[in-house]
């Protein structure tokens, strides 16, 4: 039986600072642990108080996921902005990459993330640049 393959993308407001070194190392560890083990990819970026993160893999286990989401105290008011199925993985390479705001990205996420009906597709175009950058940029 094939697993569907689906990727969701939702914004959160944060309950702690985005801005904290401590936090975003703690949330990016737990993120890539589980997500190794229930092989799921993704990104995450943290920025003015909200979180905006793409994650992809099996629908039944995105479920789970979601539910974890809801209980996880380190943020709520969590909006689902899209879940579709997809035929390939954006962040295959990453458990769960941390997408760096960098100046010139912030206007941009500040936007997404203060907008009522942010577009999810920019969302995960914006995360793959700054992923992209940021890895072109350690090479």
């Known amino acids: 039986m094939t697993k569907t393959l689906q990727r969701l993308v939702y914004r959160s407001t944060a309950t702690g600072s985005t801005t904290s070194l401590l936090n975003l190392v703690a949330i990016l560890g737990e993120s890539q642990r589980n997500n190794d083990r229930d092989e799921l990819t993704g990104a995450l970026a943290a920025h003015g108080g909200r979180y905006v993160q793409v994650v992809e893999g099996a629908a039944t286990t995105l479920d789970g996921l979601l539910r974890r989401l809801e209980q996880d105290p380190r943020h709520k008011d969590i909006k689902l902005l899209e879940r579709e199925n997809i035929a390939t993985r954006e962040f295959g390479r990453w458990a769960m990459a941390n997408a760096v705001v960098t100046p010139e990205a912030a206007p941009v996420l500040e936007d997404l993330m203060a907008s009522d009906f942010p ?14 950058l940021q890895h072109a940029e350690a090479v």
């Not at 920019?122 to 700054?130: D, M, N, S, T």
């Open 119 to 132: 577009s999810a597709a920019l969302i995960v175009e914006a995360l793959k640049a700054a992923v992209s």
